[in-house]
């Protein structure tokens, strides 16, 4: 966990934006987010950018979900479990696996992470929202 200085008093998802997996999970947040608490930008956003750099993280390295809630970055799968968290439904149920030691939980997340683009591909540019849902991506 780091601070984040960006947008600190929002819920931001930063996500890979070329990435089908990461996209379909953009999607799959919104649909189970009824009460439409996050945003969302890419990593290679200026936004998503920002980020990385004011936090020391790669900015290169477009292999982690991001989350920035109250003003602290939460990475890979310590970042997806607190999304869970805040779904509707028996989402928040996830949850529970933050009790597995980080180690274990995020040796997953990085083996799909570097197969990600081989199993579900990538775009050639990031994924546009629709314009109902603009007003939830950052720039």
Not at 70 to 83: C, F, H, P, Q
Not at 107 to 134: D, H, M
């Amino acid at each position: 966990m780091q601070t984040a200085t960006s947008n600190n008093k929002q819920l931001v998802i930063i996500f890979d934006g070329v990435c089908n997996l990461c996209s379909g999970a953009v999607q799959f947040i919104i649909k189970h987010d009824t009460k439409e608490q996050f945003q969302f930008a890419s990593l290679q956003s200026a936004f998503g950018q920002k980020v990385l750099t004011e936090n020391n993280l790669s900015a290169t390295d477009l292999s982690s979900f991001i989350l920035v809630e109250d003003g602290r970055i939460y990475t890979k799968s310590t970042g997806a479990l607190r999304v869970a968290k805040r779904l509707n439904a028996a989402w928040p149920l996830l949850y529970g696996f933050i009790i597995v030691p980080p180690f274990l939980r995020n040796g997953i997340y990085n083996w799909v992470a570097k197969n990600r683009y081989k199993w579900f591909g990538k775009q050639e540019s990031c994924w546009l929202p629709t314009p109902a849902l603009k007003s939830r991506f950052i720039n």
